[in-house]
């Protein structure tokens, strides 16, 4: 089977993140990138399927040079090669275009399965496979917490607040994963020295046929227009109880319109 896996550089969840100044966008130059954490869940399972089924798992990414350390990271866990569509065109891409481009990539790449993140950490949009399946024209199977392989038959239990669904599809599909699917390993230093050897692909936005004025700030379809930084807590009303406790709490939350 022939499984694609996409990875996303994004800044460190853990850290401070910040948008830039001049033109809104992520601030991605100061900030410490790593893996799309989702993502790595996405790669264990790719790797886990082709240690049941074979085939090759190859990692694709868009993103600019630095996104390189991740895709040596991701290498390391496993997989055999990766792509990256690098362009400096793309800078500034929306949802919509970033779509475009992928799905362009991985019409070069006949994938019977892509697997990716739920969501990715910066945007948390949660609608990139859904974009892509539907460019690709092929079923979307997203919100995986178990996802099992028959031949060609795909069966995944969707995760929803409620409990799960049953979904099935026949390859070719586009299956998102929850971090509730696995454990992802981590890289062994054979690994990890292998990474180093495996081969990188790189492609233009030239190369996929894709127009520059498709993509970055010109295609895009959405814009953060401005941003302030999130205000320090307050520190609270507190209502003492002298006998009209519950009338200063009804007040209160009118106030604050809850009632």
């Known amino acids: 089977m022939n499984i694609v896996v996409l990875v996303k550089q994004v800044p460190d969840s853990g850290a401070d993140r910040n948008l830039r100044s001049d033109d809104n966008t992520v601030d991605r130059g100061s900030a410490n990138n790593v893996i799309n954490e989702m993502d790595e869940y996405a790669i264990e399972e790719a790797l886990k399927i082709k240690e049941a089924h074979g085939g090759e798992v190859t990692v694709l990414t868009m993103g600019p040079d630095r996104a390189t350390e991740s895709i040596r990271k991701a290498l390391s866990m496993g997989p055999d090669r990766a792509v990256h569509v690098v362009d400096d065109a793309l800078r500034g891409s929306c949802a919509v275009a970033t779509s475009k481009v992928l799905a362009a990539a991985l019409g070069q790449l006949n994938a019977d399965l892509v697997i990716c993140g739920a969501e990715s950490t910066d ?31 795909l069966t995944v239990e969707r995760q929803t607040e409620e409990g799960y669904e049953v979904v099935t599809a026949a390859t070719p599909a586009v299956v998102s994963v929850w971090d509730t699917i696995n454990e992802p390993r981590y890289p062994s230093f054979k690994g990890i020295m292998a990474a180093k050897k495996k081969p990188v692909q790189t492609l233009s936005l030239a190369d996929l046929g894709v127009a520059p004025a498709e ?5 895009a379809t959405s ?14 009303v507190k209502v ?20």
């Open 240 to 259: 003492t109880d002298e006998g009209s406790g519950g009338a200063q709490l009804v007040e209160f939350l009118a106030t604050e319109k809850f009632v």
């Open 123 to 153: 945007g948390r949009v949660q609608v990139m496979p859904h974009m892509i399946a539907e460019r690709l024209g092929v079923a979307a199977l997203t919100g995986a917490r178990k996802l099992t392989v028959d031949g060609s038959t």
């Open 223 to 236: 814009a953060v227009l401005e941003h302030s930084k999130r205000p320090p807590r307050s520190g609270g």
């Open 215 to 219: 993509v970055g700030f010109d295609g």
